[in-house]
């Protein structure tokens, strides 16, 4: 067992892009920030005022439909957040203010890839103070009708998604991975949102998925993929959905060393295992030390197949 220090980024970068939801066009800026700062969003007013400061926290969360999203009355929201908070916690980045100007965070090519891309052009700093952990030490379970997911203690950080859509395009597809073993740049970066060409009328009419479009979304349409250049990786839907609730649970406030396993599950069940697993004081501790990466670890990568588990119907 050893002690991390906390790390932030070495300067600013920034990137621009559009929001898939709103189609509105938005700039995200990193900014370097103390220990202990934790991960902030600093939303520019759009009467162009004092900013806004919105903490990424579990108590802020709004909405989680479609996606993750942040806000207040004060605030308004910021749409989108979880592709950016899954590059921060994928990096090891424990402080930095997220400066945006707009209302949703760009959706860039749909994947984490270039989020991870301008964080790592920054560069990383490591700081005085410690980091600490999350510890889970029990299991804690939330089901949502046919999903289910749970924290289990371990002294790892891993995350085990099993999907399962009745498209057989997609079908069922399970996926771990480990943040003490794994590269998140390398492993899970790079995939992408997906969609269904069925869906999308609707979510237009509805005024969601404005943005979107085979730049930034795999869509998915007659038994096939739509998109010319095909999938990323043979499993792109699954690795997608373990991006998707690392970012989700970026939101307890520090890193989770524990187990997080869910079925069927997406940002709503990411969001109630959070706050299931905080509201419960004989749940979880705060601990500052980490298992020591063995040499051999690193060889195994991300590639472990995950254990299925669904419903208990017994």
């Known amino acids: 067992m050893k002690a991390q220090s906390q790390t932030t980024i070495k300067e600013r970068v920034s990137l621009s892009g559009v929001g898939v939801h709103s189609g509105a066009a938005s700039t995200v800026t990193f900014h370097p920030a103390g220990p202990d700062t934790g991960i902030i969003f600093l939303k520019n007013s759009s009467e162009g005022t004092a900013d806004i400061e919105v903490p990424?926290?579990?108590?802020?969360?709004?909405?989680?439909?479609?996606?993750?999203?942040?806000?207040?009355?004060?605030?308004?929201?910021?749409?989108?957040?979880?592709?950016?908070?899954?590059?921060?916690?994928?990096?090891?980045?424990?402080?930095?203010?997220?400066?945006?100007?707009?209302?949703?965070?760009?959706?860039?090519?749909?994947?984490?890839?270039?989020?991870?891309?301008?964080?790592?052009?920054?560069?990383?700093?490591?700081?005085?103070?410690?980091?600490?952990?999350?510890?889970?030490?029990?299991?804690?379970?939330?089901?949502?009708?046919?999903?289910?997911?749970?924290?289990?203690?371990?002294?790892?950080?891993?995350?085990?998604?099993?999907?399962?859509?009745?498209?057989?395009?997609?079908?069922?597809?399970?996926?771990?991975?480990?943040?003490?073993?794994?590269?998140?740049?390398?492993?899970?970066?790079?995939?992408?949102?997906?969609?269904?060409?069925?869906?999308?009328?609707?979510?237009?009419?509805?005024?969601?998925?404005?943005?979107?479009?085979?730049?930034?979304?795999?869509?998915?349409g007659d038994d096939q993929v739509v998109n010319p250049e095909g999938l990323r990786f043979a499993d792109e839907f699954v690795r997608h959905k373990v991006l998707d609730a690392i970012g989700d649970l970026t939101l307890a406030g520090a890193p989770i060393l524990g187990h997080y396993r869910s079925y069927r599950g997406g940002h709503k069940l990411n969001a109630a295992m959070v706050e299931a697993l905080l509201s419960d004081d004989s749940a979880w501790e705060w601990s500052t030390a980490t298992v020591r990466r063995d040499a051999g670890q690193a060889q195994v990568g991300a590639m472990v197949p995950a254990a299925a588990f669904g419903p208990d119907v017994s």
Not at 139 to 144: A, D, G, N
Not at 165 to 172: L, M, N, W, Y
């Open 56 to 220: 990424a926290s579990h108590r802020n969360v709004v909405a989680t439909s479609l996606s993750t999203v942040l806000g207040s009355e004060s605030a308004g929201s910021i749409g989108t957040v979880e592709h950016l908070l899954a590059s921060l916690s994928g990096l090891g980045i424990d402080n930095v203010i997220v400066e945006i100007d707009g209302d949703e965070v760009p959706i860039m090519d749909g994947s984490a890839e270039a989020f991870c891309e301008a964080i790592q052009q920054a560069g990383l700093r490591k700081q005085s103070a410690q980091r600490r952990y999350i510890k889970v030490l029990k299991p804690v379970t939330v089901r949502m009708g046919d999903a289910i997911a749970e924290f289990l203690p371990s002294d790892r950080r891993r995350v085990e998604v099993e999907i399962d859509f009745a498209d057989t395009v997609i079908g069922r597809q399970a996926y771990v991975y480990d943040a003490d073993s794994g590269d998140f740049a390398r492993d899970l970066a790079r995939a992408r949102t997906f969609g269904f060409m069925s869906s999308v009328e609707q979510l237009w009419a509805n005024g969601y998925a404005l943005g979107a479009s085979l730049e930034n979304t795999v869509v998915i």
